[in-house]
């Protein structure tokens, strides 16, 4: 009887590790080199043979490898070895890791507001000086600030993105002689037009993302909110120095609903809800819509044999400002690390992540850009990458975080989010923004 | 992965085994060799103790912790009923705890009937087993997975464009426009509700059938050769058979139903009406970093199983009795 | 053991020919309503998972542009998206064969460590008398409503506090490698107790008394009754609730993650699955292959347990 049932559970056991064991046969056993990797630029960090280094963040896939890749010839020279998990899980199980005293040695946190909460817990070691020296060479005071919580700076950005790109067509542009707009008016008018003369709406609309359904919303809002009133105000509004009902606030509601609201630019107003966000633009493509509002890393998902470029099938201008000439002013998004070990083995990593090295190492390998102003800027994987890096690097540029990232989470997360939907849905600028006003966390 | 790691895993889950049949056996054994006079009593420990032992570790200790939390703000200082008033004065606050009810009303008895219905219908036919694998599927795959499968089943598309969701697709075959499904209220909870009730299905089948095994033979055999029909051997022999079964299986899926978010949260993320209270519970103590207000939620969803579990004590009570 | 007649699980269809006589004539007896009905039943509950089963195998631009009813109009055949999910080497999750392997190491103790434990319990609760049983029991069943989100944080206090650095000493001694699994292994345990304990009791309870107070009355302690009459008896409860618990495991990614101990070595399937959707979920098409990867387990274990749900063994042993 025993055996008869040891055996039964046995064989598909068996089977399913004998597909495994298959499945494994597949990869070679690998090895690492070092013989032909310059080891120069990694002298500096010492060596740290046998130390293992844990790192986790929400990147995975493509990406992923990619961050390995950029740091592999410094785990190489320096001996230590570097894990990286990386899982989408990452924001909601962190807290539970720290606080169950079990969590990575870094972690690279996508958002501001979750770095500031992990900071408050008490989790964190205070970033090294190498860091900091170089966050201080290296990078805007804005950046800085977001790393720093009361006053003691924990960690470094790592990558970038720009938020608030216009993507559009540029053969419809040449085609039909628009050109591209240098204010907001201006942009009205161009919306107006291709709503007059074409067969089609002019701005495409999709905003569902799961649990975060309306966040590209949230980026449009932060858009009018920098460019009307102005990065102070900007400031103040997300550390909540003023209310998040404040007028300036509403007002930039009601410019972005003048055109998500309006039948007339975007067809059915909450169609955009149902829409996956990664698949509003496309229709640009086979010209249903002509205008796309959504950050530089949209870019990877146009697909394949779809050029981006000032002469290509697309390409993105930034959401231009409300005078011509006024500065630049964008929103954007990046990621800090923290640390929740002061090993030297880390902090040596630490401070090579926020090195330009690094940046450098990075951005080479296509795909994203960073803050850092010693990334050159020529090695960016694409024209648009590459004048994102430009803008970000301009001294004159005004930058500042996405605000919903850099909020409290019950705001940022959640009920910015969902005002977004009931907005959309219908209800009016003044008491969504009286609503997510009341969801501000007293403590 | 190296030949040598796959040893080396393979080795930590013998090992793992080894050294856990090797313990429950050596308990098992000593409790057999204990003086007579005490035996009893190590028997029952024996028997008792390492899941007690585990279930305070893992489940008891943390339950206090979080009822503790639920009355406490996040700096940890006890504030009263504070969260408690939190909830019930968010402004849908009533339209999440009703949605939380037709939940826990609807998915039971409809898993449990037609899990019930089609366990009795395919028992003993030809190709039992393949029936069993098509309900049984749901249940196999993931939250992820059927998030996906239901995602692309009420998929909505603006009426040019060509449908991919099944549903909008009957719609137009019928004549009509195609339904933003999941943001049409009130139908969208239903909807959500279906994709629970497809999972929970094939547990209730698969419990349910297991316990039609159980029945004697010659109890259905003796009611057949009575002539009775097929309805009234389900009543007469049947049902009675099974009834402490069905108990279980109402109440595991009523107790999964009221924990369960994924669905929730990734179909709809609570918008549009839709929202629950384990919805809730997870967006604000694992999103709005509001530990307190999540731990006070898990507080009304367990006040919320009190009348199962009464209704379970009664059951047992009477279960004894007759015994 | 020999003494009662439960003989090697056994095919009813096969090994009973009296069992099949009355299956015929049941057959005949029920109505062709009933028949009708479980087709609908069968129909519905597949179709989801059978639009999702073509939509693996058509290229993203068809998934993402018309209805999978339309493969006849749009036809597209692609083995892409299977060899994407089974193939595609990256440095960050180099061999999906590393996952299944890390996924089966963890199921398969996470499934027979509750099954052993409720079992013992589900027994101690059902035959043996004690004071405070029935109270005792409800609580177990009714910590299912416990939320695992909320017992994370002080179970992994708990392990990172004492059990890491026991763990840690004891394989330092006995110059052993510790175990990324034993964390993961222990709280899947604990999180099945409840509801294992629960269903189980249901089944043990209902053995019939006479079996156990005869082996009670010939001298038989509490665990030899419980090794010779209650599992082979409660086998069909067994394998249910085994199949359940599997299932569980085998899809639990929030488990695994938290107490792996931060290192990818011990991931399972279920992260592998989740990378696949790629950073921002534009490669969500991806996953309809992933999602029929994942299942090929589960339903080998749902077939392959299946035989134990044999009709007629409480039946034959009372008669016996």
């Known amino acids: 009887m025993r055996s008869t049932m040891q055996r039964r559970v046995f064989i598909p056991v068996a089977a399913a590790a004998a597909v495994a064991l298959g499945l494994t046969g597949c990869v070679g056993d690998e090895a690492a080199d070092t013989s032909d990797i310059d080891c120069a630029p990694y002298e500096s960090y010492g060596t740290f043979d046998g130390d293992e280094v844990s790192i986790s963040g929400t990147i995975v896939e493509l990406e992923a490898d990619r961050l390995n890749e950029s740091w592999a010839d410094f785990a190489a020279c320096t001996g230590m070895s570097i894990d990286y998990q990386g899982t989408q899980e990452f924001e909601a199980n962190i807290r539970t890791l720290a606080e169950g005293g079990n969590p990575p040695d870094l972690g690279i946190f996508p958002q501001p507001g979750l770095f500031a909460d992990i900071a408050n817990g008490g989790f964190f070691v205070p970033a090294p000086e190498a860091v900091e020296a170089n966050v201080d060479e290296f990078w805007a005071e804005s950046w800085k600030s977001y790393g720093t919580v009361d006053g003691t700076f924990y960690g470094a950005p790592l990558m970038a993105s720009i938020k608030g790109y216009v993507w559009y067509s540029p053969s419809e542009f040449e085609e039909k002689g628009y050109e591209i707009p240098t204010t907001l008016d201006e942009l009205d008018e161009l919306a107006n037009t291709i709503a007059d003369e074409g067969d089609h709406k002019p701005w495409c609309a999709s905003y569902a993302s799961d649990a975060a359904t309306g966040w590209p919303v949230t980026d449009w809002i932060e858009d009018y909110v920098l460019r009307e009133q102005g990065p102070e105000y900007y400031d103040q509004w997300y550390k909540h120095e003023i209310p998040f009902n404040d007028p300036g606030v509403v007002e930039a509601f009601d410019a972005v609903g003048d055109i998500l609201k309006n039948e007339d630019m975007v067809g059915d107003v909450t169609a955009g809800l149902s829409i996956p966000f990664g698949e509003g633009g496309l229709p640009i493509l086979d010209g249903t819509c002509s205008l796309h509002h959504q950050a530089s890393f949209y870019e990877g998902f146009w697909g394949d044999g779809v050029t981006v470029a000032p002469d290509g099938d697309v390409f993105a201008f930034l959401l231009p400002p409300v005078n011509a000439d006024d500065p630049v002013a964008v929103t954007g998004g990046g990621e800090i690390v923290g640390a929740f070990s002061d090993e030297p083995a880390v902090q040596a990593f630490q401070a090579f992540l926020s090195s330009d090295t690094w940046a450098n190492n990075r951005v080479e390998l296509g795909g994203v850009i960073s803050a850092n102003s010693g990334v050159d800027a020529s090695l960016a994987s694409s024209p648009l990458l590459e004048q994102s890096i430009e803008i970000l690097q301009n001294p004159d540029s005004i930058i500042r975080f996405d605000a919903s990232d850099l909020m409290p989470g019950a705001v940022g997360g959640n009920s910015f989010f969902k005002g977004i939907v009931d907005w959309i849905g219908g209800e009016s600028s003044q008491s969504v923004a009286d609503k997510i006003e009341a969801s501000w966390p007293t403590s | ?323 | 053991m020999t003494s009662t007649p439960v003989a090697a699980p056994i095919d009813t269809d096969v090994a009973r020919p009296g069992t099949t006589k009355t299956a015929r004539v049941k057959k005949r007896l029920t109505s062709r309503g009933a028949t009708i009905v479980s087709l609908i039943i069968a129909v519905l509950w597949t179709l989801p998972t059978f639009g999702l089963f073509i939509s693996s195998f058509r290229p993203e631009e068809e998934i993402k542009g018309n209805g999978w009813w339309t493969i006849f109009a749009n036809p597209g055949f692609t083995l892409d998206n299977y060899s994407e999910v089974l193939l595609s080497s990256s440095a960050s999750s180099p061999q999906l064969g590393e996952y299944f392997v890390n996924s089966l190491a963890i199921a398969i103790p996470a499934t027979i460590f509750p099954l052993v434990l409720a079992a013992m319990a589900a027994y101690a609760f059902a035959w043996i008398k004690f004071r405070g049983s029935g109270a005792l029991f409800v609580f177990i069943f009714a910590l299912q409503i416990v939320p695992l989100q909320l017992a994370l944080i002080p179970l992994l206090q708990i392990f990172s506090g004492i059990l890491q650095p026991f763990q840690e000493s004891v394989g330092d001694a006995l110059n052993i490698p510790t175990s990324n699994y034993l964390q993961i292994w222990i709280a899947h345990t604990i999180f099945a107790l409840p509801l294992a304990i629960f269903l189980l009791h249901n089944f043990i309870s209902e053995i019939p008394g006479e079996v156990i107070e005869a082996a009670r009355v010939d001298g038989a302690s509490h665990g030899q009754v419980f090794l010779r009459i209650i599992i082979p008896l409660a086998i069909p409860a067994l394998a249910s609730f085994a199949i359940f618990q599997f299932l569980w495991v085998w899809n639990d990614l929030l488990v695994a993650l938290i107490f792996s101990g931060g290192t990818s070595e011990a991931a399972p399937l279920t992260q592998r699955l989740a990378e696949l959707t790629g950073s921002r979920g534009q490669e969500w098409q991806r996953l309809t292959a992933a999602a029929f990867v994942s299942l090929v387990v589960p339903l080998i274990v749902f077939f392959s347990l299946q035989r134990y749900f044999v009709r007629g063994l409480l039946a034959g042993s009372t008669k016996g």
């Open chain 2, 1 to 323: 992965m190296r030949t040598v790691d796959l040893i080396e895993k393979i080795v930590q889950v013998g090992l793992g085994l080894a050294v856990f049949a090797a313990v429950i056996g050596l308990i098992l054994f000593l409790a057999d060799k204990a003086p007579k006079k005490a035996k009893d009593v190590v028997q029952l420990v024996v028997f008792l103790a390492p899941a007690i032992i585990l279930l305070a570790i893992g489940l008891i200790y943390p339950a206090i912790r979080t009822s503790i939390l639920a009355f406490s703000n996040k700096a940890g200082d006890l504030i009263g009923l504070d969260n408690f008033a939190w909830i019930f004065t968010q402004p849908d606050a009533v339209r999440v705890v009703i949605n939380t009810l037709i939940w826990v009303v609807c998915v039971p008895l409809i898993s449990t009937i037609v899990g019930l219905s089609y366990a009795i219908f395919i028992d003993r036919s030809r190709g039992e087993k393949f029936f069993k694998a098509l309900v049984f599927m749901p249940m196999a795959i993931s939250f992820v997975g059927a998030g996906i499968i239901w995602r692309f089943l009420y998929d909505y598309r603006p009426a040019e464009r060509e449908q991919i969701g099944l549903l909008n697709q009957i719609v137009i075959w019928l004549g009509g426009e195609p339904v933003k499904w999941l943001q049409t209220e009130p139908i969208n909870t239903f909807l959500l509700i279906i994709v629970m009730i497809w999972i929970q299905t094939g547990f209730a089948m698969v419990v349910l059938s297991a316990s039609i095994k159980g029945i004697p033979t010659e109890q259905v055999e003796a009611a057949q050769l009575d002539g009775t029909n097929a309805w009234q051997r389900f009543v007469n022999v049947t049902l009675p058979g099974i009834r402490s079964s069905i108990v279980v299986v109402v109440t595991t899926i009523s107790i999964a139903t009221l924990k369960v978010f994924d669905i929730v949260r990734t179909m709809t993320a609570g918008n549009f009406d839709t929202s629950v209270i384990a919805n809730e519970m997870y967006t604000q103590a694992f999103r709005a970093n509001e530990p307190g207000r999540g731990a006070a939620l898990a507080l009304v969803l367990f006040v919320l199983v009190l009348p199962i579990v009464i209704y379970n004590v009664r059951v047992l009570r009477k279960q004894k009795e007759i015994r």
